[in-house]
Nanobody, 123 residues
Framework: QVQLIESGGGLVQAGESLRLSCVAS????????MAWVRQAPGLEREFVAT????????LYADSVKGRFTISRDSAKNTVYLQMKSLKREDTAVYYC????????????????WGQGTQVTVSA
């Protein structure tokens, strides 16, 4: 059974930083593409970033490019999302997902999700 557990969310002011973590059990993350997506109230889930299995190619949504960094620590079986220069529009529940096929932008391409972690950015 695969479990993904996110943590690291919180309340910050605009311009500040946060680092989200996604710890996996039941799956070796280094061999799988993983992604972070987010969902703001009243909106659909939005792709944020993805990292491939080795060697770890990354892809970002335009809205976070240059501010967010996705990375992986294979020894800890953990995927991270370092978020800098946070904006109010980054407020959302952030989820990590394990990819199995199809478009990385589509929810249906991920077969496991964590429970999410709330990120709130105040002005």
């Amino acid at each position: 059974q695969v479990q993904l557990i996110e943590s690291g969310g919180g309340l910050v002011q605009a311009g500040e930083s946060l680092r989200l973590s996604c710890v996996a059990s039941g799956r070796t993350l280094s061999t799988y593409r993983m992604a972070w997506v987010r969902q703001a109230p009243g909106l659909e889930r939005e792709f944020v970033a993805t990292i491939s299995g080795y060697p770890g190619f990354t892809l970002y949504a335009d809205s976070v490019k240059g501010r967010f960094t996705i990375s992986r620590d294979s020894a800890k079986n953990t995927v991270y999302l370092q978020m800098k220069s946070l904006k109010r529009e980054d407020t959302a529940v952030y989820y990590c997902g394990s990819y199995y096929g199809g478009s990385v932008y589509s929810d249906g391409s991920y077969n496991y999700w964590g429970q999410g972690t709330q990120v709130t950015v105040s002005a």
